[in-house]
């Protein structure tokens, strides 16, 4: 086994590498809230959709602030100027752009794609916890080609000349 191969692995697509951690780890935690969400929604509302609803904004709720948390904890060393150790507010605004486009489309695929399952799941007599587990694995195999394709589109990692 050749560890320089993995380690030039790892070090050539560090960025990429992490990004995806934090999109594992914030959308792990969003799919498990918002399946007892949903379930427990269902208890007070029987209306398949807006229990897609319900289920989509708390997946939002738990997964935006946990992604951005973790991106800027894995990425914080870039937003500071070693010469002086100020914060490079420049730097942050042009991720931040980034992200954002990045995300945009992204986003609203996953959107649909999520909700309009989870609905439909749910008309087809899945349980409301089921339902949205369902939507959001196939929307989240979406999701991650788009996102992984929109990072790449819009440099986010690009490396400084």
């Known amino acids: ?5 993995y380690n030039h692995f790892f070090i050539k697509y ?3 590498i992490l990004f995806n951690k934090n999109l594992l780890i914030s959308g792990t935690s ?30 939002y709720g738990v997964y935006i602030p946990l992604f951005a948390l973790l991106f800027y904890r894995d990425n914080k060393d ?27 489309v992204s986003e609203v695929i996953y959107s649909i ?28 195999a979406v999701f991650f080609g788009c996102i992984n394709l929109g990072v790449k589109l819009v440099r986010l990692f690009k490396k400084a000349a």
Request: proline share 3%; net charge positive; hydrophobic share 40%.
């Open 14 to 16: 560090r960025d990429y």
């Open 113 to 140: 794609t999520r909700t309009s399952i989870h609905y439909e799941t749910m008309l087809g007599g899945l349980e409301p916890y089921q339902a949205s587990m369902v939507g959001s694995l196939i929307a989240w």
């Open 1 to 5: 086994m050749d560890l320089t191969r």
């Open 30 to 59: 969003a799919f498990f809230t918002a399946a007892l969400i949903a379930q427990l929604y269902a208890l007070y509302d029987r209306s398949p959709l807006a229990n897609s609803i319900v289920g989509l904004v708390t997946e």
């Open 78 to 104: 870039k937003y500071f100027d070693p010469a002086t150790g100020k914060k490079n507010s420049r730097k942050i605004r042009e991720d931040v752009k980034k992200l954002f486009a990045a995300f945009s």
